[in-house]
């Protein structure tokens, strides 16, 4: 028996259809719920020899850790943690790029029933401070790569952290401790908390910074049910192999990470591939993709893209087994390229750091279509409403939200709180439901098809213009290598549509190509969708994790039209 069936009770193989699961699937779980000593620390001890990791350095050095070394190496983790001071509830700060201590450290404070802080080592000194000050963070542990401890020793304020510590030896001074020295020194044997000190299933678990595109970035919490949720992710849609290798590609900053690199995959018994490079270059995540025989693959689209400017057909992927995107809507093109490059098909996804995957294609009951999203996954009630928060009609666009029966009747994944507020939280979780702030419609199948953000969607005369449509439509055609839609103040109209392009190489930004496209989009897609302003850039302005920041580019048109 796989592991994950002692929570679900039934393989995934035991659902007859999509229906069937939506129906049946429930999961069993106590109350002290604790993924480290649950499942980990269960597969340390009846599978020791079996590998959870394999980790590769930017420059080609080579580590693997099985089931137990991780368990082991959490046991150190919560060891030195205790020794330290740090105990439940503690909040820490983890800093450490794509680095195996992430996983030893998150795995030790889940033991010690410590709260989990992920962050980027691209944050500078205001970033810190705003962060550990709002999350009332202890402890951190930054990496010794990079800039991260000069960046956070320029920081000045900081009202809670007492404890610094850094990997890879360096040398800072500051009050900043050597990490590894202490985990090294630590012992390798742990008992499971008892009384008070046990963790709950309800307690928190994780603290996560999600950036909006206005004000501070806000405080969403997670409890340790949370990884439960990630059997849906991992086992139902990456459809991980028992015994195989599983590839996301993301920074250990971003929850993110969590999804593809840690509780679902592990809960399908298939290890983890971590690729620790400096920048990402397609031609050597191919590389690394061949000669470790990655059974299946989570990449975003902008990384989808970027591969397939490299010839594919070059590399041996005949390992692959599925793929999957999520991060940002997948368009058509990316979709279509990728199956002709590889013979496989994407399977998209969807979900925010405030949830676990809660709409995907889901294999072998769905079909992925390009564009479409797929269907509520099993575990998550999704609906589309409108404003006042009825549903919409079939075709309708409509708020993508979850339904929510009570505090204590949520899907496992779905957010706790926002900013430790109960209006905060109130204003995203009211009348029964969880309000993502995303949209979309429902085809004639039933399928979720994304529209955008409800910042990102473009009032234009009376109608309402979801962007990803008109970008799908321009990432066709051969002159378009990127772009992001968006709205303009126009004095008719309200806003009208806006396309800003990146070129591919071998074209011009002339008035006739921008003539071209217009036509092109309206020969498309409804002609009133059509960009009537273009403009032609180097590079479009994106998140750390490569999402498009469409609220810059509103931010900018928004001054040239003061």
């Not at 041996?316 to 590889?342: M, Q, R, V, Y």
């Amino acid at each position: 028996m796989a592991i994950y069936e002692k929570f679900v009770g039934a393989s995934r193989d035991d659902f007859l259809s999509l229906e069937d699961a939506q129906q049946n699937y429930t999961l069993s779980f106590s109350e002290n719920f604790n993924f480290a000593y649950d499942v980990v620390d269960v597969l340390g001890k009846n599978k020791p020899d079996k590998l959870a990791m394999v980790w590769v350095s930017n420059d080609g050095e080579e580590k693997k850790f099985t089931f137990k070394d991780m368990m082991l190496a959490s046991n150190k983790a919560a060891n030195y943690f205790k020794y330290l001071g740090i105990k439940k509830g503690d909040r820490v700060l983890l800093v450490l790029r794509r680095s195996y201590y992430f996983w030893f450290c998150m795995l030790g404070l889940h033991k010690i029933g410590a709260v989990a802080v992920q962050a980027t080592d691209m944050l500078k000194a205001k970033d810190y401070v705003y962060r550990c000050n709002a999350g009332k963070i202890k402890c951190v542990i930054a990496t010794g790569f990079g800039n991260a401890t000069e960046y956070f020793d320029e920081g000045e304020g900081y009202e809670t952290v007492e404890i610094k510590l850094v990997t890879e030896h360096k040398k800072c001074g500051n009050g900043w401790h050597d990490f590894e020295e202490g985990f090294l020194m630590a012992s390798d044997k742990w008992q499971r908390p008892t009384g008070k000190d046990a963790t709950r299933a309800d307690d928190m678990m994780l603290m996560a910074f999600s950036s909006g595109t206005t004000g501070y970035p806000k405080i969403i919490t997670h409890n340790f049910k949370y990884p439960l949720g990630h059997i849906m992710t991992g086992v139902f849609w990456h459809r991980v192999v028992d015994g195989g290798l599983h590839f996301t590609i993301s920074d250990t900053g971003w929850l993110k990470s969590l999804w593809g690199k840690f509780y679902g995959q592990w809960f399908g018994e298939s290890a983890v591939l971590v690729y620790d490079f400096d920048k990402f270059d397609p031609e050597s995540v191919l590389k690394v993709m061949e000669k470790h025989r990655v059974t299946t693959f989570c990449v975003p689209p902008t990384m989808y893209r970027m591969m397939l400017e490299q010839d594919v057909s070059r590399f041996d992927l005949s390992s692959l087994t599925h793929c999957c995107s999520a991060g940002e809507a997948l368009n058509p093109e990316i979709f279509n390229k990728w199956k002709a490059a590889t013979g496989l098909e994407i399977y998209e996804g969807f979900g925010q750091t405030e949830t676990c995957l809660c709409i995907a294609t889901l294999y072998p009951w769905t079909k992925p279509v390009p564009g479409t999203l797929g269907y509520p996954v099993p575990g998550f009630d999704m609906h589309l409403l409108d404003a006042d928060g009825n549903p919409v009609v079939r075709g309708a666009t409509g708020e993508i939200c979850c339904r929510v029966l009570s505090k204590k009747r949520k899907s496992c994944g779905l957010i706790d709180t926002y900013n430790f507020s109960d209006e905060d939280t109130e204003r995203a979780m009211y009348n029964g439901f969880y309000h993502t702030g995303d949209t979309a419609y429902r085809d004639e199948k039933g399928m979720f098809r994304y529209v955008g953000r409800n910042d990102d969607v473009i009032k234009s005369s009376g109608y309402r213009i979801g962007p990803f449509e008109i970008e799908s439509v321009l990432l066709e055609h051969d002159a378009v290598k990127e772009v992001a839609v968006t709205g303009v103040p126009d004095p008719v109209r309200g806003f009208a549509v806006k396309a800003t392009i990146v070129l591919n190489d071998g074209f011009e930004g002339t008035e006739a190509l921008t003539k071209e496209l217009q036509k092109y989009v309206k020969d498309n897609t409804a002609p009133y969708k059509y960009p009537r302003v273009v403009e032609y850039v180097e590079a479009l302005p994106k998140t750390f994790n490569g999402k498009i920041r469409r609220s810059e580019l509103r931010e900018k048109d928004a001054q040239k039209n003061q």
